[in-house]
């Protein structure tokens, strides 16, 4: 039994530092990529204020609604398609996706230029500005390009140049945003669209630069024998990205709707602030999902063993435990100071929604990484399910509170329930099917980090 034991530590040690080699090569570069983006962010805070950052906000926000759906939420699609094939196999299934993904990028293009009013209004964008939303057509093409060629670098295992491809897009905006700020104050509200575009245009370019370096490793996933359209390789896709689709477009326009109600009941000052926190808050969570994210779902596609899975995301589960309640502890402490430090005085109100949002962020990264294994086995059911209903709690929830606290405080609150219904739902799917069965060290660690959470929350709470 001891020899036993022993074996398994040995066979365990590898895979935890393959774990945190890969949150080396992706964490710095999340963090690098989180501050230019703050930076972008602090300098149009600092030269138009509040309301400016709302409607930058509703901007990127509409954006990312019409690439979910250009993209038909592919990326992990291709991701776990791709790692899960080789030869032609693969080369047929990429070059389906791509077909498909053009068909859908030209038709949300068509969209958005003929149906520019209607998504600017449930965007929340003022009548005299409800034009910028058809414009974005010129941001959305690029980024839908991006996704792709994001996908292709994951699913190769080029983890290291895809963590520095991810900074093109905060860089350009980083540079981009102290002329285009001025240019705003002037009236110029379109250069906003014409930013999200061009540093699109610069992942795009970084993208294209690093998977040509790597050329000759990926010439035969899409060029030699195979056909150019495959219907399995498209249910396969579809089996996937279809569940996604459905959430992300579903997700998109909850969040869609619950901002609109904030800015149309509270106006774009407050929805600057509520932007802020909402910012500041998935900024953090991200900086712990993406540098796992590159690594975990792909090292699961390739796990056939149900008892290595699950071994593995108790692995993942207590990195990202420890990391995520240290953040947020740190943060629940600083609110007022990092608000300040990454946008402006002005905003000092972001913080009674800050307290809120932080406090789900633990949920959010323990939902998420309970929803990969889910998609790592194409149980698109269940995935679908969770997302639907985590979002349908959230919007019952933001609209529920109105009873008794304002929309922005009520959006707030609801993320906490959302991700709690979120993470409830997958970690009871993946118990029931023995996909996941913590030990008592995994529940001990993240038992404590929900507790430094709470403790750190409740000792901060009415900080301002």
């Keep these: ?256 709707a619950v901002r609109g109600q904030v800015l149309r009941s509270q106006g774009m000052a407050i929805g600057g602030e509520f932007d802020a926190a909402w910012t500041i808050s998935m900024n953090q969570a991200g900086l712990v999902l993406a540098s796992l994210q590159t690594y975990y779902l792909p090292a699961l596609a390739k796990t056939k063993d149900i008892g290595e899975r699950s071994a593995h995301i108790g692995r993942v589960l207590v990195i990202a435990a420890v990391a995520g309640a240290a953040l947020i502890a740190v943060l629940a402490a600083f609110k007022p100071t990092v608000i300040a430090a990454f946008y402006s005085r002005e905003f000092r109100g972001a913080s009674r929604y800050l307290r809120w949002t932080i406090s789900g962020d633990y949920l959010k990264i323990t939902s998420w990484i309970l929803s990969i294994p889910l998609v790592a086995t194409a149980n698109m059911r269940t995935f679908l399910a969770a997302d639907l209903s985590a979002y349908g709690a959230f919007a019952a929830a933001a609209y529920g509170f109105r009873r008794w606290f304002t929309a922005a405080e009520s959006a707030a609150m609801a993320f906490v329930v959302m991700y709690a219904v979120h993470m409830i739902f997958c970690g009871l799917s993946l118990y029931s099917s023995g996909e996941f069965r913590p030990d008592k060290r995994v529940l001990w660690i993240w038992t404590a980090g929900l507790a430094l959470v709470v403790v750190s929350s409740a000792a901060f709470w009415k900080q301002k």
């Design 1 to 256: 039994m001891a020899t036993l034991a022993a074996n398994l530590r040995s066979e365990a040690a590898p895979r935890w530092r393959e774990i945190i080699c890969a949150m080396a090569q992706t964490g710095g570069a999340s963090l690098a990529s989180g501050l230019l983006s703050m930076i972008a962010t602090k300098i149009v805070a600092l030269v138009l204020g509040p309301a400016q950052v709302a409607l930058l906000s509703s901007l990127q926000q509409l954006r990312q609604t019409a690439v979910t759906g250009a993209t038909l939420t592919g990326q992990t699609a291709i991701v776990q398609g791709a790692s899960s094939r080789s030869g032609r196999a693969r080369r047929e299934f990429l070059r389906t996706v791509l077909l498909l993904t053009l068909a859908a990028t030209v038709a949300v293009g068509g969209w958005m230029l003929l149906s520019y009013k209607w998504a600017g209004e449930q965007a929340g964008l003022p009548r005299e500005q409800l034009r910028l939303a058809g414009l974005l057509v010129i941001a959305i093409i690029p980024a839908v390009g991006f996704v792709f060629l994001a996908a292709l670098m994951n699913a190769s295992g080029t983890i290291g140049a895809l963590a520095m491809v991810q900074l093109a897009a905060p860089a350009a905006m980083a540079l981009l945003a102290y002329p285009v700020s001025r240019m705003v104050a002037h009236g110029n509200e379109e250069l906003f669209v014409a930013m999200l575009g061009l540093s699109s245009l610069a992942a795009v370019a970084a993208a294209s630069a690093a998977l040509y370096s790597e050329r000759d490793k990926l010439r035969g996933w899409i060029q030699g024998r195979g056909r150019w359209w495959s219907g399995s390789a498209a249910r396969h896709f579809f089996n996937i990205s279809g569940a996604m689709f459905a959430s992300g477009i579903f997700s998109s326009a909850i969040v869609l």
